[in-house]
Every structure is written in C-alpha cells, then in structure tokens.
C-alpha cells in the first residue's frame, strides 16, 4: 500500500460519520448493508449518508454492489489489512512482536 493510499483512507476515518458508518459495515460482514438500513441504524440524512459512502469508497475502504434495485455496501476488508499491515510493518523496531496474524477476516 502506497503512503498517498494510508493518508486518503485515514483521512476518510477521522470523521466521526464515516467512522460510524464504516464500522457499521464491518459489523455486518460481507453480506453488507443498503443505505436504507444504515440511514434508520445510524440517524444520518440520507443525503449525507450517500456523501460519507463517496468518501469511503474514494478511500478504497468500501465497496459498492447493485442488487437488482439497491445498492449493497461493504468494508472492504482487502483494504483494511493492508492499511493495518502498513500501519503496524515496522512495530517493534522490525522483530517479530506478535504472532502472524492472519491476512484475512475469517467472517
């Protein structure tokens, strides 16, 4: 993962609406969520919804699918790793501090 790829997705988290809603998405697994469900959970406007979801998916963080009328969102838990991996690649001055975690969500 690229440092430009890091900053545009920590960026896309550090607003308390998308991270709200990203970790939603998490939470739902790879069945994902329609806007709809996640407007009435979280209390956001539908219009600000779909500017928060822009923003996610801009940052590579979630994923869009149309399923015959609705869109289906999901975190994109591909993305996610590798933006951990990037994270945490030099933790403990580069020596083995953790057991290898695994490289994906096993939902």
């Known amino acids: 993962m690229e440092e430009k790829d890091v900053v545009r997705a920590l960026a896309a988290l ?20 329609t ?5 009435e959970g979280s209390g956001i406007a539908a219009a600000t919804l779909s500017f928060h979801l822009k923003e996610l998916m801009n940052a590579g963080l979630v994923t869009q ?25 030099n933790c403990c001055q580069g020596a083995s501090c953790v057991p290898a975690a695994t490289t994906s969500c096993q939902c």
Do not use: C, I, K
Not at 25 to 31: D, H, K, S, T
Not at 72 to 80: H, L, M, P
């Open 65 to 89: 699918e149309r399923q015959s009328r609705n869109l289906v969102y999901r975190a994109s838990f591909e993305q996610v790793t590798a933006l951990l991996g990037y994270l945490t690649e």
């Open 35 to 39: 806007p709809g469900v996640m407007s």
């Open 14 to 33: 550090a607003h308390p609406n998308r991270l709200q809603v990203f970790r939603a998405l998490v939470v739902a697994g790879p069945q994902g969520m």
